[in-house]
C-alpha cells in the first residue's frame, strides 16, 4: 500500500513557477507508475502528468507540454511537478496519484492510490 501526500501548492502569480511534491510511503514505492492530475472547481478532474516507476517515460497533457515537467526520486520517495509560466486557468486542486497497471495513464481510474491534493492559485 501506498500513501501520497502533496506540498508546495500556495497562491502566485502569472507567468510564475511552482514545483509540486509528492511524498510516497511504503517500501514498494518503486514500483508505482505515478500521475499527476488536477481538478479546476466546478470541472472534471483532469490528466496533468504520469511518469513510468523507473523514470524512463513521462507523459504530458498536451495542453500543457513544455511548461510542466514531472519527475521522481525513487530514493527519496518522492515525485515531483515542475510548472513553469503558470497562468490563470492552472488554477485548480492539484493530485498526486500512484498505479501498478501499466495503461493509458491517462485515465483517472487507472489510479489506486492518490493523495488530499494542494492548492494552486494562479493570479492574473
Known amino acids: 500500500q501506498v500513501q501520497l501526500v502533496e506540498s508546495g501548492g500556495g497562491l502566485v502569480q502569472a507567468w510564475d513557477s511552482l514545483r509540486l511534491s509528492c511524498a510516497a510511503s511504503g517500501r514498494t514505492f518503486s514500483n508505482y507508475h505515478m500521475g499527476w492530475f488536477r481538478q479546476a472547481r466546478g470541472k472534471e478532474r483532469e490528466f496533468v502528468a504520469a511518469?513510468?516507476?523507473?523514470?524512463?517515460?513521462?507523459y504530458y497533457a498536451d495542453s500543457l507540454k513544455g511548461r510542466f515537467t514531472i519527475s521522481r526520486d525513487n530514493a527519496k520517495i518522492t515525485v515531483a511537478l515542475q510548472m513553469n509560466s503558470l497562468k490563470p486557468e492552472d488554477t485548480a486542486v492539484y493530485y498526486c496519484?500512484?498505479?501498478?497497471?501499466?495503461?493509458?495513464?491517462?485515465?483517472?481510474?487507472?489510479?489506486?492510490?492518490w493523495g488530499q491534493g494542494t492548492q494552486v492559485t494562479v493570479s492574473s
Open positions: 496519484a500512484a498505479t501498478l497497471g501499466r495503461g493509458t495513464f491517462y485515465k483517472s481510474y487507472e489510479y489506486h492510490y
Open positions: 511518469i513510468t516507476w523507473s523514470g524512463s517515460n513521462t
